[in-house]
């Protein structure tokens, strides 16, 4: 007792670190949001950048046409990277970069601009001070989230070069983040979510073994510079056990199959974004609790609690958070570390028969499904021959099947929809921001400019040279570092790389995922409308599902994919990343009755009017169009006014109900009287 009476408090924990994720239109906005939000007391950055820099390409390429500056900030050259960090010191900073095909490039980047911060230290030693992650997680983009550019094994080429850098030149970096945070958005049980996991770390240290650039003394502190990545969904409790199940089955492998001796470098290291799948665009309002009881579920537990945690905001099923948005997603965090007491507790679950039971479970389910998948060749091989990627999309189909039948709630969506009128969202336009439209221009005219001063020779010199080194064994990331400070772009690294790599699709997982197992009543009588709406067609319905522009985030394309199927339909959907014209020449070669896109970038205004002008060249302008995505209702709108037959959002949760209303697009189009 002190002398006032007062019990003396416990030495408090020290908090996670605290990140948004943030970026947008350029590098000059992205930095002042992150300069605002640091000063609000976020602890960390978290970097979001547009699909064209994560996938390797320059906003001149066509592929880019629509998708720059939509998702994230387009760093394009070393001169961008400058702007989006200016007046952010980086030797004092822990930053944390979502970029995985392009991570090597990326981190050259940032590495070269804290050297040009920092002139008084040599290169070592600012090395030596950099604090941070790049995701770099290739597996996962196979699965679930589409960055990816390369090949399997060039890309476990990368990412072992990297580990192997960083481990020696940049001792406090975290090289990979194992990501499982995307697999459950594509659909993941929290035990397909630990094994798929665990199974991409295993296969990521044993190229980083195999590959001789680390000694056996070094390979302790590689294991202890591995982080992971996951996600945190609603179910508080479950997600608490499966972190406490990640954090035995970790522990459990760095020992057994790596002989790793040092606890520390044992140690479970994550961060965590809660679930953005169960954010809902019906009464968005919900979102607020559901991001709140997320976060409890990664930070009650001080055993298996958080290292960083990044929380979305309330409206993003809406479209672009605002800055204001963001702050309060921020401050659900400070409240929980700083008002709270929860930091002042050893771990609360200790001894609890029933989170070590539901713990037992899940380690039991994840270790034999770590088992089925190493039996077959491990993580690798589990891809490419789609077994993971099947997995992922019957798994997803079967949790949309419970939430059509109302077995799984989703307060606001399929219960308690009657609600009051939302002044969060009186002004939908307003509750979002827009990206700047003017973003795609000012990238465009910043890499003209950048070509037009640099040494075109060192460049092409720099470029050779990395070619020529990724055609031996070489650790490419001296090369990459050349290239970086001789001004080479990010869609001239990823090119040279693509000449001699290559590049690759991964399996769609959609011919062999397993859809609705109870049929139903409602299925049925759509299955009966497509069947004799073919019949009076003449032939079998088919509908082409695509994926225009950059925008690898395939979920709902492959549920629609799925339950057309389910439904009766003939369907044609060739994964992701194609142009508008590859879709319109599917079209044109598979007859179809109906065109389906998704598209959640932000970039529905520029590709889909692309498609609809390239199929009225084609002759196909009869044929229906119709979109699904995060579209803004101003922008749905005006896509109807463009000739769009429908537009669909995630409050249309009813996939049944969305096929449904394919029959009626296609008989509309065809002048077919259903009352006849």
Known sequence: ???????????????????????????EASNALYRT???????????????????????????????????????????????????????EMNTSMTINATAMWLLAMYQVVAEEQNPDLSPDEVAHLLAGTTQNDIIKEYLSRGTYVFGPEPSLRLIADMIAYTVHEIPKWNPINICSYHLQEAGATPVQEVAYALCTAIAVLDQVRSSGQVSEDDFEKVVGRISFFVNAGVRFVEET?????????WDEITRERYGVQDPKMRRFRYGVQVNS???????????????????????????ARARAVQLPAWNEALGLPRPWDQQWSLRFQQVLAFESDLLEYDDIFAGSHVIEAKVAELVEGARAEIDRVQAMGGAIAAVESGYMKQNLVSAHAARRARIESGEEVIVGVNRFETTEPSPLTADLDGAIMAADPEAERSALDSVAAWKAQRDETAVAEALAALADAARTDA??????????????????????????????????????????ADVGAELSAVRERVRATGEELGGRLRVLVGKPGLDGHSNGAEQVAVRARDAGFEVIYQGIRLTPEQIVAAAVAEDVHLVGLSILSGSHMELVPDVLDGLRAAGLGDVPVIVGGIIPSSDARALIERGVAAVYTPKDFGLTEIMGGFVDVIRAAHGLDEDR
């Open 37 to 91: 939000n640091l000063a609000k007391g976020q602890t960390g950055l978290s970097v979001a950048f547009d699909l064209p820099t994560q996938t390797g390409y320059d906003p001149d390429s066509p592929l880019s046409r629509g998708e720059v500056g939509k998702v994230g900030v387009p760093v394009p050259h070393l001169g961008e990277m400058r702007k989006l960090f200016r007046d952010i010191p980086l030797t």
């Open 475 to 516: 650790n490419l990331m001296k090369p990459t570092l050349v290239a970086a400070r001789a001004g080479a772009t990010t869609g001239e690294w990823a090119g040279t790389l693509r000449e001699v790599f290559g590049e690759f699709r991964a399996p769609t997982g959609v011919s062999g995922a397993v859809g609705v």
């Open 241 to 249: 056990c499966k972190m406490r199940a990640f954090v035995q089955l």
């Open 1 to 27: 007792m002190t002398e006032t009476g007062e019990t003396d408090r416990p030495v408090k924990d020290r908090p996670w670190v605290m990140r948004t994720y943030a970026g947008h239109s350029t590098a």
């Open 277 to 303: 799948l169960g954010l809902t665009e019906a009464q968005p309002e919900n979102n607020v609790q559901r991001i709140v009881l997320e976060m409890l579920g990664v930070t009650l537990s001080k055993d």
